[in-house]
């Protein structure tokens, strides 16, 4: 049973294997609240799963650890349980999903970890790691309905109350629910007052079908960049402690997603992956009721996968209007194109690229397409430079 002894319990134990991650100041994500950021992406491990796993792999008997342990995992946990079996002396089993990011998988391997890859997403890796349990004795590491994992993961919400005493909002991110519960459980037995929000992906929103429905529901299929909260089914323990004490459940866009990402890049130098940055992107978009209140989002870790990184900022610059793509249809005749570069390069865009062709059959036989890639700084840059085409005689297609 998950009590407040076992977290400080947890936070002792701990001492020694993580690092404290400091809040920090970040005006800029909403300008109409106080917000601060956890960041567990900067966490030994690249991730919050470092705690519970640690916590609960140092709660095990000497004859669990001499079976050695098997976990299933999108990736962060894997780590977690790799670094801490390593440290004891422990083998460990990973179940990963085939899909799981390179960086993940190699990173996993190199805490002394061996991996076995499981087609599919991350339900697929549990029910194979719960087969091989049965068939070779191992000791299951729970990656979030285990109240010894999500103590570990509470002793981040011990964190948050000693460094920001009159915390009023904390918003988490939510997978299976492991470290909402424990963040939301530590806090709410220290303050009942500060609300704790959890943040789904909309693609991913488990959780937050079965709080809405008051019973646990399992998705047919998940799709987001966020494959590290990409969970199919939440926990029984989870569904529980989410249920009794967190505040409201809320969902973002893989657009949205993107777009936190990028803020945290630009604004702050920090590093996270899709999981970690939704309740980033919670705060930016307004999602929740936190105007002038101090607020704590939680970036839950930061192992995004380098090459995808590139496509994500790609798609967080058009949604936040940081870059823009134009049809436009011209006349094929001398001086059309230094005639769009000349009113784009006056009102301060940048061209990225350019692609020219001839108008296909059925056409004006004088016709062309110009396709033009820009740097702007927002949508009204965006708008204006569409205007000013579109006033010069230029039509633009959508």
């Known amino acids: 049973m998950l009590t407040l002894d076992r977290i400080y319990h947890a936070k002792y134990v701990l001492g020694s294997v993580i690092r404290e991650t400091d809040l920090i100041h970040a005006p800029k994500i909403n300008p109409e609240c106080e ?167 909309s693609g991913a929103p488990s959780m937050f079908q079965s709080i809405q429905d008051h019973k646990i529901e399992c998705l047919e299929k998940v799709s987001t960049i966020a494959d590290g909260i990409a969970v199919k089914e939440p926990g029984e323990n989870t569904f529980k402690y989410v249920s009794q004490y967190v505040d409201d459940i809320v969902t973002v866009t893989d657009d949205e997603i993107s777009t936190a990402i990028l803020t945290l890049i630009e604004q702050h130098k920090l590093i996270a992956e899709g999981a970690g940055a939704v309740s980033v992107a919670a705060a930016l978009f307004n999602k929740l009721p936190i105007k002038g209140q101090k607020t704590v989002c939680l970036v839950s870790g930061g192992n995004i996968d380098v090459t995808i990184l590139s496509r994500i900022i790609k798609r967080g610059l058009i949604r936040s209007g940081r870059s823009c793509l134009l049809n436009i249809e011209l006349l094929d005749k001398p001086g059309q194109l230094k005639k769009v570069s000349q009113i784009i390069a006056d009102l301060g865009g940048n061209v990225t690229s350019i692609h020219h062709e001839r108008a296909n059959e059925g056409s004006d036989i004088n016709g062309c397409y110009l396709r033009i890639m820009l740097e702007t700084r927002n949508y009204e840059h965006i708008d204006a ?7 010069d005689g230029f039509k633009l297609l959508d």
Not at 385 to 391: D, F, G, K, M, P
């Open 35 to 201: 917000i601060y950021l956890k960041p567990e992406n900067l966490q030994v491990t690249g991730s919050f799963k470092v705690r519970g796993a640690c916590y609960k792999i140092s709660q095990l008997s000497d004859e669990e650890k001499a079976r050695g342990v098997i976990a299933c995992s999108a990736g962060n946990h894997a780590q977690g349980v790799a670094l801490s079996a390593t440290k004891n002396g422990i083998k460990s089993l990973i179940c990963l999903p085939d899909g799981a990011p390179i960086s993940k998988v190699e990173a996993t391997k190199s805490y002394g970890a061996d991996v076995c890859l499981v087609k599919g997403v991350y339900d697929d890796a549990y029910t194979k790691a719960l087969q091989l349990k049965d068939e070779e004795g191992y000791t299951f590491i729970h990656p979030f309905d285990d109240d010894n994992v999500i103590a570990g993961q509470g002793t981040i919400g011990l964190e948050i109350v000693e460094a920001l005493p009159n915390v009023e909002n904390v918003i988490v991110p939510i997978g299976g629910g492991g470290l909402i519960s424990g963040v939301a459980f530590a806090i709410k037995s220290l303050n009942p007052k500060i609300k704790v929000y959890g943040v789904q992906a």
């Open 385 to 391: 430079i569409r205007s000013a085409l579109i006033s």
